[in-house]
Nanobody, 115 residues
Framework: QVQLVESGGGLVQPGGSLRLSCVAS????????MGWYRQAPGKDRELVAD???????SYADSVKGRFTISRDDAKKMVYLQMNSLKPEDTAVYYC?????????WGQGTQVTVSS
């Protein structure tokens, strides 16, 4: 069973930056397209960025040009560099594979954008 641990969140002012990290245990990490998701209070979890095993990336329109996803398969890690943060980016951020059957969700990391 793969375990996911996210970190790097915090409180930041609008316009600021954060870098999120996610480390996965278990095997076959490199085979999967990985994504960063977020869930704001009262809203459904949404996919904001994903990256294929070959490095191809895609982004939700709401974060395009501001967020950058990357991965290090040797370390079984996925990163999300978030720049020009906005209050509407406030949410708990999670990583997981893109699959009809996801791995168990980690605890997530809270990102709060506020002045």
């Amino acid at each position: 069973q793969v375990q996911l641990v996210e970190s790097g969140g915090g409180l930041v002012q609008p316009g600021g930056s954060l870098r999120l990290s996610c480390v996965a245990s278990g095997s076959f990490f490199s085979m999967w397209r990985m994504g960063w998701y977020r869930q704001a209070p009262g809203k459904d979890r949404e996919l904001v960025a994903d990256i294929a095993s070959g490095g191809t990336t895609s982004y939700a329109d709401s974060v395009k040009g501001r967020f950058t996803i990357s991965r290090d398969d040797a370390k079984k890690m996925v990163y999300l560099q978030m720049n020009s943060l906005k209050p509407e980016d406030t949410a708990v951020y999670y990583c997981n594979r893109l699959s009809a059957i996801t791995w168990s969700w980690g605890q997530g990391t809270q990102v709060t954008v506020s002045s």
